[in-house]
C-alpha cells in the first residue's frame, strides 16, 4: 500500500471497528459493506459463515447484501459448476478476482447465465478456514458491469481488510450479547482494580463486602493477604474461591483486574465438565464432543447426565444463560 493511502486505511479501519461498538447487530454488517464501498466498489455482496466437511461445505449463515434469496435459489441449481468456490477454499485464507469469462465451456453455460441474470459478471472473494475446527468465513462483493473488472491493487486491498472485517463482526456481536447478558450475568459480579502489593485502587462496595467476608480482613484499603497470595503466586488459576465468594482476576499493565460474585451451581462443575457443557451449550453433538475432545461418546454421554444432575436441568437450550455466569 503507498504510503499516501495509510490516513485513509486508517481512518476507515477506525470506522469500522467504531461500527462494531455502536451499531446494533442486524445492522451492522450492511453498515460496514457500505463503509467497504467507499474504497472498494461492488453492487452486490454475500456474507457467509460455514463449517467444510468431506462432502462440501456445510453453510451456518449467509448475509446478503442488495441481493434476494431468489438468487441463492437458482444458485443451488448451478452450485456444482462454481470452481471459483473450491478455488477461494483451497487454502487456510485466500482473496481472488473472478470475471465470467473464467467459467468457460457447454458446460457451464447455465452458471454464466446465472452470473449475468444476478449480476455476478466480476467478483472479488476472500475466504479464512480455522485449521482445526473447519469453520470458514468468506466475504463475496459483486459487480454487475462487464467492463469493471476486478484489478491486482483491488485483490491486495480486500486481503488486507477482511481480517478487519470478521473481526469487526465478531466484535459486534460480542457487543451485543454483552448489552442481553446485562442483567442476567454482568450484574452478579463486582470489580475492583489492585497492584501486586494487594492496595486497593478501586473497588466497589459489594466486592468489599464478598470479600471481606470470605477472606477475613480489618483493612479496607488492601486485598486480604490469603487472597492476595492466592492471585500472584497461582495466575493462571481459573478463580479463587473461598466461604462461598469466586474471586476471577487477570493481570495487566502490572495491575490486578478482579470481579468477584457469590458462588452458584455452575461453579460445582468439574474444569471438564465445564468444557463438555460449553460445547454443548454451543451445538455440537454428544458424537461430535467425544471426536473433539478424544473420549469415547458413552464417557462424554455420562459427563452431560452428571451435569444436568449439578445443574438441576433436562433441557440444553437452559444451559446457556448458566455457564455464561461462570465465563
Known sequence: MRPSLLPEYSNLLLALYRLAQECPVHLFQDAALTLLKTCLAFDSSMWGTATMREGGIDIHSIHLHNSSPAMLEAYEKVKHCDTAAVQVTAQRTMTIGFRVEDFPGEHNTAFRQFLHDFGHVNMLITSDIHPGTRFVQWVSLY?????????????????????????????????????????????????????QRGVLYHADDRFKALVFAAWRTDDPQHLPPALLKQLVSQPDQPHVAAGGVIVRGHREQGLLFLKARASETVDTLSEREFLVAK?????????????????????????????????????????????????
Open 143 to 195: 459487480r454487475a458491469e462487464l467492463a469493471a473488472r476486478c484489478l491486482k491493487p483491488e485483490i491486495d486491498l480486500l486481503a488486507c481488510l477482511a481480517p478487519h472485517l470478521m473481526q469487526a463482526l465478531a466484535i459486534n456481536r460480542l457487543v451485543h450479547l454483552d448489552r442481553l447478558s446485562h442483567d442476567t450475568v454482568r450484574a452478579k459480579w463486582s470489580v475492583a482494580i489492585a497492584d
Open 279 to 327: 460445547l454443548i451449550a454451543h451445538g455440537l453433538t454428544q458424537k461430535q464432543v467425544a471426536t473433539q475432545l478424544n473420549r469415547s461418546p458413552e464417557t462424554i454421554r455420562s459427563q452431560i447426565k452428571a451435569i444436568f444432575n449439578k445443574l438441576n436441568i433436562n433441557n440444553v437450550a437452559l444451559l446457556g444463560a448458566l455457564l455464561a455466569v461462570r465465563e
